[in-house]
C-alpha cells in the first residue's frame, strides 16, 4: 500500500508539473530570457543598421519584456546565416535573423549552397519595400545608365548569391550593360570603403534607403551618379532614373524581372526558425509590427534616415509561395543569367 501510495503521489505531482508547463503563457517563457537577432552582414551595412534599430524597441512589445541582442553572421551573402537558421538554431523563440532579401529565393534558382526551404521559415516581416539602385563613383565618368552600354564600370560585390552581384549580371544578360564584378566583400561597408579607395568603381543592389540613411552626403556632394533603379515600382525620390521593369520590353523579360524583382517587396526580411511554437511565432511577428508603429523607434529611425515601410510576415509568406510557383522553364533562364 505504501508504495502504491508513493507512486499515486509521484503521478499526481508529475501530472501537475506538466500541467503547469502546458499553462506557460509566452510573457512567463520569455521573461527573463534574451532573444538573439542574427545578421547576415557585417556591422556599418544597411541590414546591420535596421536590425540594430529594430533590437532596441523590439523587446518592449513581446510578452515578458525580454532583451534582444544583435549578433553578426555573415559570409555568402547571408547564405551562411540562412543555412543556420533553418538547420542549426534554437526552435524555441530566441533566435530569429536577417537575410538578404534575395537568399530566400537562391534555391529557387539553383544555388549550390543553399541548404533551406525559405516556404518553411516562420517569417516574422520586413521592415520597407524597398527599392535598390546601382550608383557609379564621380571619378569613372559613367553618369547615366546608356553610358553602362559603352563604358565598363566595376562594382563590389559580397558573393554570388547577394543582390550585389545577381542584379549587375542580370543587367549584363537582359540589356549588354558593361558591369563586371568584382565580388567577395562581407557587406555593403567594405563594398563602400572600396569605392572610395577607387579598387572598384560603383555598386548594384544598393537600396535607396541605405545610400540615404549611410551615404546621403555622396549625393550631395555629387560624388556618385544613381543609374537605375532595379525594383518593380519607381521610388518617390528619383522619378527621372530609369527603371528596370520600363526597360523589359519582351513577355520574357517581364517574367525574369519579376521572378528577380519581386524580393524588393521584402526589403529588409526578418525571418525565425522552421518549428518555432505557432504562438511564440505569432508574438515575434506581433512584436515586430507594433515596434514599426512605436513612436520610439520611429522617431529614431527619422533621426538615422531609415525608411519604414513595413511589411507583415503573413505578406511575406504569402509572397515567398507565389515565387515558388515560378514556371521552372523560366527560373532556370533567370538561374543562368545571375549565375
Known amino acids: 500500500m505504501r508504495v502504491f501510495t508513493h507512486s499515486l503521489i509521484a503521478t499526481m505531482l508529475l501530472l501537475g508539473s506538466l500541467d503547469r508547463g502546458s499553462a506557460q503563457t509566452p510573457g512567463d517563457f520569455f521573461k527573463g530570457r534574451t532573444i538573439d537577432l542574427y545578421i547576415g552582414y557585417s556591422v556599418g551595412g544597411g541590414y546591420d543598421v535596421y536590425a540594430r534599430m529594430i533590437a532596441r524597441h523590439m523587446g518592449r512589445h513581446i510578452p515578458g519584456n525580454p532583451t534582444v541582442i544583435p549578433k ?169 532614373v530609369p527603371l528596370i521593369a520600363d526597360l523589359a520590353k519582351t513577355e520574357e523579360q517581364q517574367q525574369i524581372v519579376r521572378l528577380i524583382f519581386a524580393r524588393q517587396v521584402m526589403g529588409r526580411p526578418f525571418m525565425a526558425p522552421p518549428g518555432v511554437p505557432p504562438e511564440r511565432a505569432d508574438i515575434l511577428r506581433d512584436a515586430f509590427m507594433s515596434t514599426m508603429k512605436d513612436p520610439q523607434f520611429l522617431a529614431d529611425a527619422e533621426k538615422a534616415k531609415l525608411e519604414i515601410t513595413p511589411v507583415s510576415g503573413a505578406d511575406i509568406e504569402k509572397l515567398v509561395k507565389e515565387v515558388y510557383g515560378t514556371p521552372k522553364e523560366t527560373a532556370a533562364k533567370a538561374a543562368a543569367m545571375i549565375r
Open 72 to 240: 553578426n553572421m555573415e559570409g555568402a551573402g547571408s547564405i551562411r546565416l540562412a543555412n543556420w537558421l533553418y538547420n542549426v538554431a534554437p526552435r524555441d523563440g530566441t533566435a530569429f535573423g536577417t537575410v538578404s532579401r534575395g537568399a530566400p529565393f537562391d534555391p529557387l534558382l539553383g544555388s549550390p549552397a543553399t541548404q533551406f526551404d525559405a516556404r518553411e521559415f516562420n517569417w516574422i516581416g520586413s521592415a520597407n519595400n524597398e527599392v535598390s539602385v546601382c550608383v557609379a563613383w564621380h571619378a569613372t565618368g559613367i553618369a547615366t545608365f546608356q553610358d553602362l552600354l559603352s563604358k565598363e564600370l566595376v562594382v563590389g560585390g559580397s558573393s554570388a548569391a547577394s543582390d550585389t552581384d545577381q542584379f549587375a549580371k542580370l543587367l549584363n544578360a537582359l540589356f549588354g550593360t558593361k558591369l563586371r564584378v568584382a565580388t567577395g566583400y562581407p557587406g555593403g561597408n567594405e563594398i563602400n570603403l572600396a569605392i572610395e579607395r577607387g579598387e572598384v568603381g560603383g555598386r548594384c543592389g544598393w537600396s535607396w534607403s541605405s545610400v540615404v540613411a549611410t551615404h546621403k552626403h555622396w549625393l550631395e556632394q555629387n560624388r556618385i551618379a544613381v543609374l537605375i533603379q532595379t525594383a518593380l515600382t519607381k521610388h518617390a525620390d528619383l522619378p527621372d
